[in-house]
């Protein structure tokens, strides 16, 4: 059965049982607890997985279980860094929900999705999100992320196809991999771009790029790419802006060649990261408290 990371209201409890003795804990201890104690079956890829800001996930949805523990009366903040239990907290003794810490917290109308007035004029609940913050902004991003990658391959699907050829080897060099030749239109052999690894020339990779709308990359086509090669390098890089079939897959792996072959979903994926194609159409600056700057109080 495959477990997923807890959402941040299912750390409640666990952050509450960690502080029960009553004692006063580094923030950063109390997360290893918990998750040494509740959370040690989730897998070494789920443990290092980040938010898209660069935090560590499952640090951070205990953080935001830890602040809205706090906004609940549950625990509190001694000192700088440092997390206890309230008396609240200790007398709470069964599961303790995410409804009971909005309505504790004072954040009802910011915090659920349809709230209403019942005949005492009291807020009514009728559904409260399991994402925390965090959460729903990388939701938000992912699903922009989403949708600009998706824009990016129909347009490379539809753009000449020699400059599709260029636009992989701007990608190439942007990532790294050194100056770029362009071959010749014609009589190219089969090969669209040459890198060249070092300056010299010694180390060669070389490029082949199908812009396919539909069809698929076959074995054919790597039979013909690695025969272009003519023993002048070992290493290519084959991309298309489809998909290749299990015919061309078996042969890039089987070959003495080292042969990377990039699909449709691969290349958006390179292109949004190195910043290809696309553009940073806006910034957000999210803030947190310094606790540096009231250290001296």
Known sequence: MNIEIPKFHETFNP?????????????REMQK????KYFSNLTEEQLSEKTKSGENLINNRIAWGKSYLKKGGYIFYPERGHVKITEKGLKQKSDLSLKNVVEDSGIVNFYSEENQKDNNGKTEIKEI???SPQDLIDKGFSQIESEVKNDLLDKLKTIDPYYFEKVILILLKKMGYGEFIETSKSGDGGIDGIINEDKLGLDKIYIQAKRFSENKVREKDIRNFIGAMSGDTNKGVFVTTSLFDNGAIEKAKNAHHKIIL?????LV?????????????????????DEDF????
């Open 129 to 131: 999100t399991t994402s």
């Open 269 to 289: 994926d390179l292109m949004h990261e190195f910043n290809v194609g696309v553009q940073i159409k806006a910034t957000y600056e999210v803030k947190q408290l």
């Open 15 to 27: 952050i509450l049982e960690i502080l029960s003795n009553g004692e006063t804990i580094h923030t």
């Open 294 to 297: 009231f250290e001296e109080q």
């Open 33 to 36: 607890l918990v998750i040494e």
């Open 262 to 266: 990039l699909d449709g979903n691969k």
